[in-house]
């Protein structure tokens, strides 16, 4: 979890623990750890001194390409008898990490809604590997509002590599991909509610223009107000009463009976 830089990882671990993290001086460093962590390396970065590393198969599906990294020089590993070394498998998703994922957005979500109140749900795909794609749901009550939350999202912590941000009512079921697809593309003219800007792109990936930097996409797909520009008449969604609904299902078995099948 990567929280902001005032926010301390331990006072979230506490959090998701209900209790505090006990914690330990290293031997040779003046920092805290753990003190039932499985291992501890202890060390120190020089902030001018880079190597090669890499290409290391990444969450994304692809070979990170390789690149200059920070060198950790190692002072002192501590650990318990018999360790357990904890690690994720990552590759093409879904993989270990990708529930790792989806966890952080539950967790986050109440935070962002402090910032964002018109946010109802948000999805992030295990295809979209995290920062490729956020499926936004909105409570809109004034015109432009699908655009302001986009660029809210962007502002955020590391939800600024958001690649691309489909926005949607609140009536839409972000978790169904199936509901998003159908109503994005039938709310949106394509010219009209996409829009494009430049900013910070995450390190790893590999079809930016630079580094770290490259363009990102928002798609505004809600319902569009006369106030936004939009003259014509929004058409009803087709819909089942739910009488219609009990009526049908009490009728499968017996039509099923009468056609064979099991």
């Known amino acids: 979890m990567a929280p902001p830089p005032d926010v301390e990882e331990f006072l979230i671990a506490g959090f998701l623990r209900q209790k505090p993290v006990e914690l330990v001086k290293c031997e040779t460093i003046d920092l805290e750890v753990p003190a039932d962590a499985e291992i501890i390396l202890e060390g120190y970065v020089n902030l001018d001194e880079l190597r090669m590393e890499g290409p290391f198969g990444d969450h994304t599906g692809f070979y990170s390409l390789d690149d200059l990294y920070p060198v950790f020089h190692v002072t002192c590993i501590t650990h318990r008898k018999d360790p357990i070394y904890a690690t994720t498998i990552v590759g093409k998703p879904p993989m270990e990490d990708g529930w790792m994922g989806k966890a952080v957005e539950r967790i986050f979500l109440p935070l962002m809604k402090l910032t964002i109140p018109e946010l109802v749900d948000i999805n992030l795909p295990l295809e979209g590997v995290f920062h490729n794609l956020m499926i936004v749901s909105i409570r809109k009550s004034y015109p432009g509002q699908a655009r302001k939350v986009m660029n809210a999202i962007w502002s955020l ?80 969604e087709i819909t089942m009463d739910a009488k219609t609904k009990s009526l049908v299902d009490s009728k499968w078995k017996a039509l099923a009976k009468e056609l064979g099948i099991e």
Request: net charge negative; proline share 6%; charged share 25%.
């Open 157 to 236: 912590g590391q939800a600024m590599f958001t690649k691309c941000i489909l926005v949607v009512d609140e009536d839409v079921n972000v978790q169904d991909l199936g509901e998003v697809t159908l109503k994005v593309l039938n709310n949106i003219d394509p010219e009209r509610d996409i829009q494009f800007t430049l900013g910070p792109i995450d390190s790893l990936d590999h079809s930016s223009r630079l580094p770290n930097y490259g363009s990102k996409m928002g798609v505004d797909a809600t319902r569009k107000w006369s106030t936004e520009g939009f003259a014509r008449p929004w058409p009803d």
